[in-house]
């Protein structure tokens, strides 16, 4: 059994304009200990995928369909159809959060409250979901900090936020994330706001807290760099769907769908040659007020058919791990219901 | 038959026509910021309650005199103290003057204090603190102490020195009214246009070439339009605020001149035997400035681009 | 299966050998007061010096906080300079008056980081295109428009846009409306200030041909602000390196990313992640330990000094000068002429190893 199995899930947005449709029918799994890397711009619905796992959309949010399983336990957002319901799935998802699940913020800077001591931020989760004395919540939040390689933890203890730097906040809010040896941590852009060289200091912490502990970690970016650096398998989100699905040397090697292919053609690899063009992806990202139809990517892909206009593409698999939803893969009759 | 059907399928699997994928798509239906701020107003209840009353006191302002059969300073012994009835529509004042009547003029001298000075405050406001806040530096410094001296002497002190110098009228009253009254407008562009400044398309405009003055009035001002309309609705209910004030006092418009604080004046006396005639100019008052503070607001809330 | 299009990579045309923009000893210092103590500068920008030839890109790369911001300010003249000088074509612009500086605008300019930012949300598409022809006062209002629709044609937009606001489109295609407002002036030199890093990924590339497509037709000389290596490799004929308001390293891109000199370089090199598994699983990773230093108090001497694993006494006391070899120069104490000597080649990790054994 995996440690997080996610099914058909579906979130909607009410706005002003209409329905915004961020999660399409979206089904991953998350085997402990692994890092799984979800990559998508900004509108793919990564991030939105994250928080409807934990059970934090706005108000304006609502899970139409699906089913979570965490760790042997159902935590569905979808079917709260009742007070009662929905009251018993917020005293489960209050339980988890912190505890065995916990996430990583992209901001530094805006998640710690800048008027308490750091101490006191790092033992509240503890406090909240151990039973134990303030003195022992002291002394494994010290030894956290040490874990995330803070110098002299102790002094650093009765500090404020605004004396540590933006890659000292990121290893605080990490200690804060495995206060309770988590079972998953979500990361979400964990060092987007972070310049390169402290950027290499965070991953190589990851990396070192997955191998040490044998957390499973899903980590949201939009940076191929960082997924191929740290994670075993990849989710390619494009308009609120994954598009395509594997470990990372599938996705990086044996890419099938356009729009990773597109992605990984689009960016330069500063280890290649310079005279190598970039060939963009045209185009821009769908409106997910009002997506077409079929699939998502079709007014930006070189491949459009007929038939993508028309219907959502099928679903391939090519191995175990490797999946992708696209037309070209699975070019059968048989799979076609419009007419 | 087979065969036909066959065929039909795999077409689409043929490459679609590229015409038919439009990539440079625009997402939103074009829309000026104006209409799209009209389309948000509409939905704001209480702003389009604010705005039918002030417009219902607008009009009532214009065209009240006009429709009347009486004038405002028309005595009439037989008729002390009437009720509502058909010929006195509001009934008449300790003196037999009609109160509707007196009401309209009331309602244009208030409305025109409100909207005026509100419009001086507007100009004086937003081309002072514009300068202050672009211009930055010492300007900066000595244009808000001077604001600062100014504003340190009570408003009211300013209302009542001028009317003992220039006598009790509506001249008298919207100069009293806007020397202090521009402040809380430059304060409020000033920090505006500060923040402003700072952004990228300002930085872009300098870079182009262009020169303080349409950095200031063509960028700056226009994005700040929001915060300043917010303010100027507000300007307009505490103008008319302090005009009623000053009449109910006895500093402001002088009798036999009608205005709400001047009537509310005159009927505090009855208010033991006639209190219906407190009644109009007092809900006068009160429909209007809650109507242009609900009206504020409604913009306000239409403005903001977070609403979008 | 159809080849995917293939876009034409532009060479970037001929880099003419002809000095542009001639960048010397600026400084740009700010001053943050608090309270009533003595003034505190913040050295954003000290001693820098180089110099940019007609359709050259010159890439500057640094992290947050470096100066390489304030850098491509100060040459456009929205900060002052504190001191030095900055040549166009050979005249002196440093301190030329509002008004003098007009023609020169119409040559330098700049295309911002922030697409959302950047383009007055009030103004039409057209308006905004237009403003530099009409602050310029260049051509009539008829042509303007054509004008308009042409350069929209130009950045890959359609002319039936002009009459649609900023807030319509997305971050990409703001950012190209942005690159037409500058092309209205027919600009000699641009200075992109991190116009990639708030794009999504698969939009950069587009932003990037176009900048190379538009430079190779032009000859335009950009100066390329970015902390994303990979893209600044690209799109970089020469890259400066900048750590705490100096320049450590120049040189040509290639060549820099082959085999780096300064230290920094080299750290900041090893801690890109490559977007290729392969070589991310064998690449060795300088870590540096630590955060740069306020540029309120810099560190004497070498401003790398506190984080540098090869930091001997002399970078302690002294900001080392810029050694030159052949296009390259770099400013670090281990290519002194007498460490020189003291070693055969270039290659500084062995004083790494010896360190270490001491």
């Given at each position: 059994m995996s440690l997080l199995e996610i099914n058909n899930l579906t979130t909607q947005f009410k706005t002003n304009q209409g329905t915004v449709s961020a999660l399409r029918d979206v089904s991953y799994q998350v085997e402990a200990g692994e890092v799984l890397g979800i990559v998508g711009e900004s509108g793919s619905g990564k991030s939105v995928g994250m928080l409807t796992l934990m059970g934090l959309l706005a108000s304006n949010g609502r899970v139409t369909s699906g089913t979570i399983k965490f760790d042997g336990e159902d935590i569905s957002p979808s079917n709260l159809d009742s007070k009662k319901k929905r009251n018993d799935y917020e005293n489960k998802m209050r339980a988890l959060r912190g505890n065995k699940m916990s996430m990583i913020f992209q901001d530094p800077m805006t998640f710690l409250n800048p008027v308490l001591k750091i101490g006191i931020q790092m033992t509240e989760g503890i406090l909240a979901h151990t039973k134990c004395t303030k003195a022992e919540a002291r002394k494994r939040a010290v030894e956290l900090m040490k874990q995330v390689g803070i110098p002299s933890p102790k002094n650093r203890f009765e500090q404020y936020p605004f004396e540590f730097s933006g890659g000292m906040r990121q290893r605080i809010i990490i200690a804060i994330a495995l206060a309770c040896n988590p079972k998953l941590i979500i990361a979400d852009e964990p060092t987007t706001a972070l310049d390169v060289t402290v950027q290499a200091q965070i991953l190589e912490l990851i990396k070192k807290i997955t191998k040490d502990t044998g957390t499973a970690v899903i980590m949201i970016t939009h940076d191929l760099g960082v997924v191929a650096t740290l994670c075993d398998r990849i989710a390619i989100m494009y308009g609120g769907k994954i598009v395509e699905e594997g470990t990372t040397d599938e996705i990086f090697y044996k890419s099938k769908h356009p729009y990773t292919e597109g992605l990984l053609k689009s960016i330069n690899n500063s280890e290649k040659d310079t005279s190598e063009p970039l060939i963009p992806i045209p185009g821009t990202p769908p409106d997910l007020l009002n997506l077409p139809k079929g699939c998502a990517f079709m007014a930006r892909c070189p491949y459009t058919m007929k038939i993508c206009k028309a219907q959502q593409p099928v679903t391939t698999k090519y191995s175990k791990t490797h999946s992708c939803s696209c037309w070209l893969y699975c070019m059968d009759e048989s799979y076609i219901t419009v007419s | 038959m087979d065969d036909t059907a066959e065929k039909l399928k795999s077409d689409w699997f043929l490459p679609i026509d590229p015409s038919e994928k439009n990539d440079e798509f625009i997402a939103v239906e074009s829309k000026s910021f104006l209409s799209e701020a009209w389309g948000r107003f509409k939905k704001n209840k209480r702003a389009v309650f604010g705005l039918i009353v002030v417009i219902f006191f607008i009009l009532l302002a214009v065209f009240g005199p006009l429709i009347?059969?009486?004038?405002?300073?028309?005595?009439?012994?037989?008729?002390?103290?009437?009720?509502?009835?058909?010929?006195y529509w509001l009934g008449t004042d300790k003196f037999g003057r009609d109160i509707f009547t007196r009401l309209c003029y009331g309602a244009r001298i208030s409305l025109f204090v409100g909207f005026v000075s509100a419009l001086i405050n507007l100009i004086i406001g937003v081309v002072y603190g514009g300068i202050s806040g672009y211009v930055g530096g010492k300007t900066d410094m000595i244009m808000m102490r001077t604001v600062d001296i100014i504003y340190a002497v009570p408003s009211m002190l300013y209302v009542i020195l001028i009317m003992l110098v220039l006598g009790a009228n509506v001249k008298s009253i919207l100069i009293g009214i806007c020397i202090p009254g521009w402040i809380g407008m430059a304060r409020q562009v000033r920090g505006q246009i500060i923040s402003l400044k700072e952004q990228e398309f300002a930085l872009a405009a300098l870079v182009l070439g262009a020169s303080s003055r349409r950095i200031l009035f063509k960028h700056l001002t226009i994005n700040a339009i929001g915060p300043i309309i917010v303010q100027l609705t507000f300007l307009v209910p505490q103008a008319i605020f302090t005009e009623a004030f000053l009449s109910f006092v006895g500093v402001g418009i002088s009798a036999p001149m009608a205005s709400w604080g001047s009537m509310a004046q005159d009927s505090r006396q009855l208010i033991t035997m006639y209190p219906i005639q407190l009644l109009w100019p007092t809900l006068a008052i009160c429909l209007t400035i809650f109507s242009l503070n609900f009206l504020g607001e409604g913009i306000g809330d239409a403005l903001n681009p977070k609403n979008r | 299966m159809k080849v995917i299009s293939q876009f034409l990579r532009f060479d970037g045309g001929d880099i003419i050998n002809e000095k542009l923009l001639e960048v010397k000893d600026v400084c740009k210092y700010f001053e943050v007061k608090r309270g009533y103590k003595e003034p505190q500068y913040v050295k954003a920008v000290n001693h820098v010096s180089f110099e940019i030839n007609k359709g050259e890109t010159l890439g500057l790369v640094g992290e947050s906080g470096c100066g390489k911001s304030s850098l491509g300010r100060t040459l456009l003249r929205i900060y002052e300079p504190t001191s030095g000088s900055i040549k166009y074509r050979g005249d002196?612009?440093?301190?030329?008056s509002k008004h003098r500086l007009l023609p020169y605008r119409k040559k330098i300019q700049m295309i911002f980081q922030d697409p959302y930012a950047s383009l007055?949300?009030?103004?039409?598409v057209g308006e905004i295109i237009a403003e530099p022809m009409v602050i310029h006062k260049m051509y009539n209002p008829k042509h303007r428009i054509e004008r308009v629709q042409e350069l929209l044609k130009t950045v890959?937009?359609?002319?039936?846009?002009?009459?649609?606001?900023?807030?319509?489109?997305s971050g990409g295609q703001r950012q190209r409306i942005g690159i037409a407002r500058t092309l209205a002036l027919d600009p000699e030199f641009i200075v992109c200030d991190e116009p990639i890093s708030a794009l999504d990924v698969s939009i950069q590339a587009q932003v990037i041909n176009l900048l190379e497509k538009i430079q190779a037709e032009r000859g335009i000389s950009y100066l390329f602000i970015a902390h994303d290596l990979g893209m600044v490799k690209h799109i970089s004929h020469r890259i400066g390196v900048m750590y705490l308001g100096h320049i450590v390293e120049m040189g040509p891109s290639n060549e820099i990313y082959r085999a780096p000199y300064h230290p920094y370089t080299k750290a900041l090199l090893s801690a890109e992640p490559i977007p290729d598994p392969k070589s991310a699983r064998t690449k060795k990773r300088i870590l540096l330990e630590g955060e740069i230093p306020s540029p309120i108090n810099?560190?004497?001497?070498?401003?790398?000094v506190t984080r540098c694993p090869y930091a001997m006494e002399d970078c302690q006391v002294a900001m080392p000068n810029s050694y030159k070899f052949g296009d390259r120069l770099v400013a670090c104490f281990l290519y002194s002429p007498r460490r020189l000597r003291q070693r055969e080649n270039f290659s500084i990790e062995p004083l790494l190893n010896k360190k270490q054994e001491d």
């Open positions: - | 009347s059969k009486f004038t405002y300073d028309e005595q009439n012994a037989d008729v002390l103290n009437v009720l509502p009835n058909p010929t | 002196e612009i440093t301190h030329l007055n949300a009030r103004l039409t890959g937009l359609k002319p039936d846009h002009i009459r649609r606001y900023p807030h319509e489109f810099p560190p004497k001497g070498c401003p790398f």
